[in-house]
């Protein structure tokens, strides 16, 4: 089928993109920034993006010219994950960086950096991350995973914790369970070839597995306890808000006003995220999206922290309030 080619050449391509931590430019670089950058701190920024659809506020804002509006010259380099390029971001080579909250609490709770998030991205949608079983699999519901293998693409992260908080409800515990860690391209081999018996997927292998398995979704890890989870958002360092104040507000107000618009226009996500995921438009158009966030809420913030702390993934329980940057004005 026409679709499901368009979802496998969309895992190709995100592969291919998550593969990359070099840098790399957006080929959408904005003209010298407006006269409104007038007491900034810095206008030239560097801003690390994951090719996932939560990094598309950024590019929006980039083209319809928030940034330029804002006095901001913004450059992209292309990351897997902030842990990689951490000293790059501790020595100022990276100004401001997309992140899972996951790894910004943990960051944070290993000591390693103080990071404070500029701007909310995602929350959690039905439909965006699940676990997934073949057609024929003996396991029909959540209780019947105790003793089973749960492929997710990172141990300690994101789909461990949500895959441990709809266990609990089915009275299970993390301990019931054995978490493997296979990357999300190997995970559909994996599940039909039954070294694991689930898999912890989002999109679009969600959709890859339902249309080349016949997979079912067996739970819908951002529901329930997990629903409206805060995902990710644009973060940088607590030394880099304190040495630029009007530069971070500038960031904010740009990136807030394309927040608004990937929120309420899935025309424009459509048409922005085939241009730096490389997932065909096809299958953008059709797969699951979060909840593109338009406040920044340590309240929020506060639940990932929490179930962080209850499956033992930080060592202390992190206040998330000391993890927001104060909003722009």
Not at 276 to 296: C, D, K, V, Y
Request: with cysteine.
């Amino acid at each position: 089928m026409r679709t499901g080619r368009a979802v496998r050449n969309a895992l190709i391509g995100l592969v291919a993109a998550l593969a990359l931590a070099a840098c790399g430019s957006s080929g959408t670089d904005e003209a010298k920034p407006a006269a409104g950058g007038a007491g900034l701190e810095k206008t030239k920024l560097n801003i690390g993006v994951v090719p996932v659809p939560s990094s598309a506020p950024l590019f929006i804002a980039k083209e319809k010219g928030f940034f330029k509006a804002e006095g901001l010259d913004i450059t992209t380099e292309t990351i897997q994950a902030p842990q990689p390029v951490m000293p790059k971001i501790l020595n100022g080579g990276i100004d401001a960086f997309l992140t899972s909250y996951v790894s910004l609490i943990t960051i944070t709770d290993s000591g390693m950096a103080k990071l404070k998030m500029l701007a909310e991205s995602q929350q959690g949608a039905p439909g965006v991350n699940g676990v997934m079983v073949t057609k024929d699999s003996p396991i029909k519901e959540p209780k019947d995973l105790k003793g089973k293998k749960i492929a997710v693409n990172v141990v300690k992260a994101l789909g461990e914790v949500t895959v441990s908080a709809q266990l609990k409800i089915h009275g299970l515990a993390p301990s019931d369970v054995t978490f493997v860690p296979v990357p999300f391209a190997d995970q559909l081999a994996q599940l039909k070839a039954g070294t694991v018996d689930a898999a912890w997927l989002t999109e679009p292998y969600i959709s890859a597995a339902q249309k080349d398995l016949g997979a079912r979704l067996l739970i819908d890890t951002l529901s329930g306890p997990t629903e409206n989870l805060p995902l990710d958002g644009w973060a940088t360092t607590a030394d880099w808000v304190t040495k630029y104040p009007k530069t971070a507000a500038a960031f904010q107000r740009a990136i807030g006003k394309a927040q608004q618009i990937a929120a309420t226009d899935r025309q424009e996500l459509n048409k922005v995220i085939p241009t730096f995921t490389q997932i065909p438009a096809e299958a953008a158009s059709t797969m699951a999206i979060g909840t593109f966030s338009t406040s920044l809420n340590a309240t929020r913030i506060q639940r990932v922290a929490d179930l962080l702390s209850e499956f033992q993934i930080t060592k202390s329980k992190i206040d998330a309030t000391t993890l927001v940057a104060a909003p722009s004005q």
